[in-house]
């Protein structure tokens, strides 16, 4: 059974720290990782990796996957209020119609 | 842009009532799917359509079936509701009929409450 964890579970920082969101997967015939951020509502978008070692950026996010070891980071510096949410990770794997969410990392960002 | 439309927003149901959740994307997306989300248990599909006339299960699917008769609509049924079947409901479609070239687009939900 594929299965996807993350950690932590919740985090609380205040404005301006750096923060690393970890995603750890095990799955049959692994095509990629994707990661979203949920706000009030739908998930939205920000990565999706499918090599190892290439950093994908976006502003002051950033996350790296790491095939061998089965993991991924997301990192978010400078972090703002904006930033508070839960952050999803997924990983498509086996027929690659589907995708295999983890529980999420709540991130609370004080000003 | 409407993207992924959900109806409805909120719903309530008694034990053993049947209802339909609507939904439509005006992307021209192959993939859609449904997904249900419990607190601690992140996303998990339901069931999922990779083109009109083709739907196949997803994780969790009993107590829930679908038909794909065109692109753009993908609607829920709930056949006989359970206070198990409480949960929010995301549609989620997708460019080509996989996806590991393009990532889902939510819809934004319908919160389903079943007494």
């Known amino acids: 059974e594929d299965k996807v964890v993350q950690s932590p579970l919740s985090l609380v920082v205040h404005e301006g720290d750096t923060v690393t969101l970890n995603c750890s997967y095990e799955v049959t015939n692994f095509r990629s990782l994707l990661w979203y951020k949920q706000e009030k509502k739908a998930p939205t978008f920000l990565f999706m990796l499918t090599s190892s070692g290439i950093e994908k950026k976006s502003g002051r996010l950033s996350s790296i996957l790491d095939k061998k070891e089965l993991f991924s980071i997301l990192n978010i510096t400078a972090t703002q209020t904006g930033d508070s949410a839960v952050y999803l990770c997924a990983v498509e794997a086996r027929a690659g119609n589907m995708l295999t969410f983890g529980g999420g990392t709540r991130l609370m960002v004080k000003p | 842009n409407a993207g992924v439309t959900q109806t409805p927003k909120f719903q309530v149901l008694k034990t053993g009532q049947s209802m339909t959740l609507q939904c439509a994307q005006d992307m021209n997306h192959e993939y859609m799917s449904w997904y249900r989300q419990d607190p601690g248990m992140g996303l998990r599909l339901i069931h999922y359509?990779?083109?009109?006339?083709?739907?196949d299960q997803g994780e969790v699917p009993n107590g829930y079936n679908v038909s794909r008769s065109t692109t753009e609509d993908f609607p829920l049924r709930l056949l006989s509701a359970a206070p198990s079947q409480t949960s929010v409901y995301f549609c989620?479609?997708?460019?080509?009929?996989?996806?590991?070239?393009?990532?889902?687009?939510f819809g934004n939900g319908t919160r389903l409450t079943v007494t």
């Open positions: 359509s990779v083109g009109a006339g083709i739907t």
């Open positions: 989620a479609s997708s460019y080509g009929s996989g996806l590991s070239n393009s990532p889902l687009h």
